[in-house]
């Protein structure tokens, strides 16, 4: 980070904090409770073994502190008190411990230093009963478990429905996050003009973000000629397919605790049709992004995606029905069997996406749309991706055709862009009071300068 961004990163850390206080002792308030307390997290070992997966910490915790690397650590939030972080720095020569707590942010804790994981328990509340404990049954400690997180719904529900609103400090991270998979994006493409197979685009794209595989957010999705029409293809060929027909990648970048999601898709004839697909895919996902505004139901945006991408595949010749026809139909759906996107945040496919409100409830998802994850109306501080895509998936091309479906599709244009496998393009983009943010597009853009 450059000093610039840390000191930005120290000025806005502090009215984060602030935000959390604030939501943190309404949730309290709503339980009848008195202290937030959240385990940052355990390892887990794989069975009948002594390897440990990789560690995933709290969500929950890496709110409050940009700490993804610290299992055993405590923090105990006491509205009215300044918050103590109870730091496990270990007595081991096996590993690497974490260092001494350091940075914009550790001034704003008391923080108790501890070399084994029950040694917190005597810095927590002394009364267990009284706090909500968030985080995975695995972290209890005490006799008999007294503090066994008891992740009180209502406080779950308070503080997850507001974490889709992104504090400025927040919306920094994720610019950062971006910055880092941007170039790492860059990274990939010429590595695949370079003829690179799927194995070897993925190590320059962790070459360029500096990231390990699990550093990263979510698994890469590296994805050459038919493979991109698998939507989670996670396979990484080692060898380079001949011909080599399109590329998709799906990858991200972590910073702090925040992730950044990007999906860009390429032909490798850049004058061939299936570029001017991309192309076309390009101008709607533009036109989707434009639509995040305040107010805006994102459930009519995916449905909206919907009736562009049949206009694209119509004006391809793919369809031969109308772009309302299509969605009503559900032929749409077997192009784009996905949602139009999601909220992002400290996980990239953030919670919340189908509360109804601070104290609970769903908001449904359309009828014939299983697979979208975010149904709320967007409001200033949402951060959603926007990520319309057209596939060719045999499987779900057969079952149009044995739903008596197939007189809507034109098959000779399908076999030619089989071969392509499919189109994803994808960006993070702020909801505000007025125009949206692309952060991606902001990103892609200041490389160029
Ligand atoms: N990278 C997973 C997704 O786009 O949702
Ligand atoms: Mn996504
Ligand atoms: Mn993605």
């Keep these: 980070m450059s000093t610039t961004s840390a000191l930005s990163a120290a000025d806005l850390y502090a009215d984060h904090l602030a935000t959390l206080s604030d939501r943190t002792r309404t949730a309290l308030e709503r339980a009848g409770l008195d202290h937030l307390v959240i385990p940052s997290g355990t390892l887990h070992y794989q069975v009948f073994d002594d390897r440990d997966y990789p560690y995933a910490v709290n969500p929950q915790f890496k709110a409050w502190v940009p700490l993804t690397r610290n299992p055993g650590s405590w923090l105990v939030v006491t509205p009215g008190a300044k918050p103590k972080l109870i730091y496990l720095q270990p007595r081991d020569y096996w590993h690497v411990v974490p260092e001494a707590p350091s940075g914009y942010w550790v001034a704003h804790f008391d923080i108790v230093v501890i070399r084994k994981p029950e040694d917190a328990q005597q810095h927590l509340p002394k009364n267990a009963a009284r706090c909500a404990i968030l985080g995975e049954p695995q972290s209890a400690l005490g006799q008999y478990g007294a503090y066994r997180p008891n992740n009180p719904q209502a406080v779950i529900d308070h503080l997850d429905y507001h974490r889709a609103f992104k504090t400025p400090y927040e919306i920094a991270m994720l610019r950062e996050a971006t910055r880092i998979a941007v170039g790492a994006h860059q990274a990939a493409e010429r590595a695949f003009r370079a003829g690179a197979s799927e194995f070897g685009i993925h190590l320059a794209y962790c070459q360029a973000a500096g990231q390990d595989a699990n550093e990263l957010p979510y698994n890469n999705i590296v994805a050459l000629n038919t493979h991109a029409a698998v939507l989670h293809y996670t396979e990484l060929g080692r060898l380079a397919p001949d011909p080599v027909h399109s ?191 692309n952060l991606t597009r902001d990103a892609w853009d200041a490389s160029a300068k």
Excluded at 288 to 315: E, I, M, N, P, W
Excluded at 327 to 341: D, M, N, R, Y
């Design 247 to 437: 590329f998709l990648i799906d990858a991200g970048a972590s910073h702090a605790g925040y992730a950044a999601d990007i999906t860009r898709s390429y032909a490798h004839d850049t004058g061939s049709e299936f570029q001017a697909m991309i192309d076309a895919v390009d101008r709607a996902q533009r036109a989707t992004c434009a639509q995040v505004r305040s107010g805006f139901d994102y459930k009519q945006l995916h449905l909206d995606a919907h009736l562009a991408l049949s206009g694209v595949l119509r004006d391809f010749g793919v369809l031969r029905v109308s772009p309302e026809e299509a969605l009503e139909t559900g032929v749409s759906a077997a192009f784009f069997p996905h949602g139009i996107g999601h909220g992002i945040g400290l996980q990239v496919h953030d919670v919340a996406g189908f509360a109804a409100s601070e104290t609970g409830g769903t908001i449904a998802k359309p009828d014939g749309h299983p697979y979208l994850r975010l149904t709320r109306t967007l409001a200033p501080g949402m951060v959603v991706t926007i990520e319309p895509g057209v596939y060719f998936v045999d499987m779900l091309l057969e079952d149009l055709k044995a739903a008596g479906k197939g007189d809507a599709v034109d098959w000779d244009r399908v076999e030619a862009f089989r071969p392509y496998g499919g189109i994803r393009i994808e960006d993070n983009v702020v909801c505000t009071d007025d125009a949206p943010i």
